[in-house]
């Protein structure tokens, strides 16, 4: 079974302090990461797909990674702005369902 | 532009009601999702439909029926909900060319069963 963990839960930010988002999986042939930024009550925003391992792809000051095991979403000095839900999501190969983390949780503060 | 259009934005039904959800994008984009989301959790497939035929449905309840009437438009008819059915419900088009298509999502419309 597909499985996404998204680590982790909250994380609170100073502005201008850098960090990183994990999404470790366990899928059987691999056809797609991707990362979404969800605010509250909101639909979710796409951000990147990721197809495979050792892709990067960056927009303004994230920066998505990914390996055989996990992604990274690294957060390079964070403004308040940023603070939302960031939701990473898998797709195995053969279809078009999403299998989605939980999320993680990011509040910078001024 | 990756728009995808819900209405409405907010919606209340008694149990008896019912009523509509819908769902449109002019991407050119042959494949549309309808999600599921309760508060704090994450998104959940409902419905799937590639060139306008229900290609996956995800054990959803018979109150839920999909429709596709054309490749830009994807409706929702809710029929005899329940309470625990309120929540945000995201519409997703894609390419349509298989794994690996990137999924854009609405805004949502929030439902209240009342």
């Known amino acids: 079974e597909d499985q996404v963990t998204q680590s982790p839960e909250a994380l609170r930010l100073q502005e201008g302090e850098s960090s990183s988002l994990n999404c470790s999986y366990t899928?059987?042939?691999?056809?797609?990461l991707f990362w979404y930024r969800q605010d509250p009550g909101k639909g979710p925003e796409f951000l990147f797909t990721?197809?495979?391992a050792g892709e990067e792809k960056e927009k303004e000051r994230l920066k998505a990674t990914l390996t055989k095991k996990e992604s990274f979403l690294h957060i390079t000095a964070p403004k308040p702005e940023d603070s939302a839900t960031y939701l990473c999501a898998v797709q195995r190969g053969g279809g078009n369902k999403l299998v989605f983390g939980a999320g993680t949780i990011l509040r910078v503060k001024s | 532009d990756t728009e995808v259009t819900q209405t409405p934005k907010h919606l209340v039904m008694g149990m008896t009601n019912k009523k509509s959800l819908k769902c449109e994008q002019h991407?050119?984009?042959?494949?549309m999702y309808w999600y599921k989301q309760k508060a704090k959790k994450p998104p959940e497939l409902m419905f799937v439909?590639?060139?306008?035929?229900?290609?996956i449905n995800e054990s959803v309840p018979s109150r839920f029926s999909p429709e596709c009437p054309n490749s830009s438009l994807l409706n929702l008819h809710l029929h005899a909900l329940q309470p625990e059915d309120s929540a945000l419900y995201l519409c997703a088009s894609s390419l349509g060319q298989g794994s690996g298509d990137t999924q854009y999502f609405g805004p949502g419309t929030r439902l209240t069963v009342l």
């Open positions: 990721l197809y495979s």
């Open positions: 991407m050119g984009h042959r494949a």
């Open positions: 439909y590639s060139y306008e035929k229900l290609s």
């Open positions: 899928v059987s042939g691999l056809r797609g």
